[in-house]
């Protein structure tokens, strides 16, 4: 039985090509995921930033709803004590 020699890899030039390129190709797909990592990373803190900021305009908005009807009940109680001091002193 002949014993088969294992072909040989390459000079120590397509050595150091090929593990340049294993490399580049570690340090690519690296990069790629840093760079989804923050976006997904700035995409959520905008997404918080807008819930933050619409939250803060609802309680704007209810405060101010809330402060129209204390201000109509004061004005509607003011007109009836009025009228009513008018329908006495009529009387």
Do not use: C, Y
């Amino acid at each position: 039985m002949a014993v088969k020699k294992a072909p040989p890899f390459g000079t120590a030039l397509e050595i150091f090509w090929a593990n340049r390129n294993i490399k580049n190709l570690i340090i690519k797909k690296s990069l790629i995921r840093v760079l989804k990592f923050l976006i997904i990373l700035v995409v959520l803190s905008v997404e918080h930033q807008i819930k933050k900021e619409t939250m803060i305009f609802k309680k704007k908005h209810h405060q101010h709803q809330q402060h129209g009807i204390l201000e109509d009940r004061r004005v509607r109680s003011e007109i009836k004590s009025a009228w009513m001091s008018d329908g006495v002193n009529d009387e």
